[in-house]
């Protein structure tokens, strides 16, 4: 029998996502992303549909690469407008109990102990509910407004990740001891400073000697989701995260991709099952194949050639408007998201993917495969591709939302209960707790565990 199938919905604070263009259907209803109720209603759609969280997408930039200019993009809503993510967070924490909420931030922009105390506030406020989608920021034109004069190498910004990581994991797990917060009225004494300790934290890009500003929340560290597609990427996602996010076109190349994640994780001295793997997914569902189908022909009538180009260009770095319709994908090197300009090579070996096809492919859902029938069609299809690829779960995205994430929860969710490979109820607890089983916090061999105990081992790693 295949494992537990886990899902996580995928949506960004903005108009257009995964599928330019679609924002024009008439039942489509991203245009109230501005509005509380339409994120609140998602949440609690969600948890009716026992979600494990819902993963918010987030850019710090514009794709102004197509034809050198932003006009696309802004034309298109092509991920623009965008608003900030994590202020969302609370009102849907609120509405809902147990839905976790995995947030995209860039450490390429803010400073680790600012950013620390946002995260640590978030998971106080979401009564350990919060992750953290940790990604480096790969649109130059997010560089340039922040004051740098370009975008660091792809590589570079690993190596930047790798010490703003070791900066939060002190902050997180080592500053405040258990026990630190007494609340002890008769004394007077709220925190024992004896118990708060200094990080001292002198490396290469950055300095912090001070302490935490925040007592520990439920999960210290919240769950930390990574999607690096590349070498570095894996590697650093073998050391450091608990979920993973691929955007895979085809099983073989997601089966490669989860085996070396896996490696990666078993080479850095971890269990390769303490992380699980997500596939953006998007799924077009009807009562039977022939009604999804139909449903399927209509959304593509509104799907954006120039907003797709838009996505492809701003992904991989390059401007896609040089190149005619028909002409066939060329493989490029680029400081982007290597692994983009890769996508296409890697689906079919044999075939010449043309600048048409692939806008087409990027029109609904993204990188990520669509899958279109019914209940029993696409069950099979998630349960095909969990056994083929060892992946544990599919991120999805919508095509015309809520509708899409309504049909998942309306119609296929009941399908994958009845087959027992779906949850019926949430686990109690943290995060950390409904997604793996044990504790609330990092637990050792993971390298977050060792940044503890620094009233004893100073700046050093405890043992």
């Not at 690469?65 to 407008?81: C, E, W």
């Not at 010490?163 to 997180?172: D, M, N």
């Not at 269990?271 to 189908?293: C, S």
Request: proline letters at 5%; one cysteine or more.
């Amino acid at each position: 029998m295949t494992r537990e199938i886990r899902l996580n919905a995928f949506d960004m604070n903005c108009v257009g996502h995964q599928s330019p263009g679609l924002w024009r259907h008439p039942r489509d209803q991203a245009w109230t992303y501005k509005d509380l109720d339409y994120w609140v209603n998602l949440a609690k759609t969600l948890e009716r549909g026992k979600f494990d969280g819902l993963f918010i997408a987030d850019v710090l930039g514009i794709y102004d690469v197509l034809n050198g200019s932003k006009d696309a993009a802004i034309r298109h809503s092509t991920q623009v407008p965008v608003n900030d993510p994590l202020q969302l967070v609370p009102a849907m924490a609120y509405a809902t109990e147990h839905l976790g909420f995995g947030l995209t931030a860039s450490l390429s922009f803010e400073h680790p102990y600012t950013f620390a105390r946002r995260l640590s506030t978030l998971d106080h406020l979401t009564r350990g509910r919060a992750g953290w989608n940790i990604v480096t920021s790969y649109l130059e034109s997010g560089a340039r407004n922040i004051g740098q004069s370009n975008q660091a190498r792809h590589d570079d910004r690993y190596d930047v990740a790798e010490e703003y990581l070791q900066v939060c994991y002190k902050l997180w797990e080592g500053s405040w001891e258990d026990g630190a917060v007494q609340r002890d009225r008769v004394s007077g004494i709220f925190t024992d400073p004896a118990k708060v300790h200094e990080i001292h934290h002198e490396g290469k890009y950055f300095s912090v000697p001070g302490i935490h500003l925040c007592e520990p929340s439920p999960q210290r560290t919240p769950v930390l989701y990574q999607a690096g597609a590349s070498k570095r990427g894996k590697d650093f996602a073998g050391q450091n995260a608990e979920c993973v996010f691929v955007a895979a076109p085809s099983k073989s190349v997601l089966k490669k991709y989860v085996a070396n994640v896996r490696q990666a994780a078993a080479e850095a001295g971890r269990n390769p099952r303490d992380i699980l793997t997500f596939n953006l997914q998007t799924v077009i569902l009807g009562e039977t194949d022939a009604e999804a189908k139909a449903k399927f022909d209509e959304y593509r009538k509104y799907v954006s050639y120039e907003g797709a180009l838009a996505l492809i260009s701003g992904w991989t770095g390059i401007d896609f408007g040089q190149f005619a319709p028909d002409e066939t994908l060329r493989h490029r090197y680029t400081d982007a998201v290597q692994s983009a300009v890769e996508t296409f090579t890697t689906v079919d070996p044999d075939k010449a993917w043309t600048v048409r096809e692939m806008a087409d492919w990027v029109g609904i859902g993204g990188f990520g495969p669509v899958f279109v029938g019914s209940p029993s069609t696409v069950a099979d299809l998630l349960q095909e591709w969990i056994e083929d690829t060892d992946v544990d779960g599919f991120n999805l995205a919508y095509a015309v939302t809520p509708e899409t994430f309504e049909d998942v929860v309306n119609l296929l969710v009941p399908e994958l209960q009845k087959r027992g490979v779906y949850k019926n109820d949430y686990r109690s607890g943290t995060l950390r707790e409904k997604l793996f089983g044990a504790g609330p916090r990092l637990q050792a061999p993971h390298p977050g565990a060792n940044y503890r105990n620094l009233r004893d081992h100073g700046s050093q790693v405890a043992a």
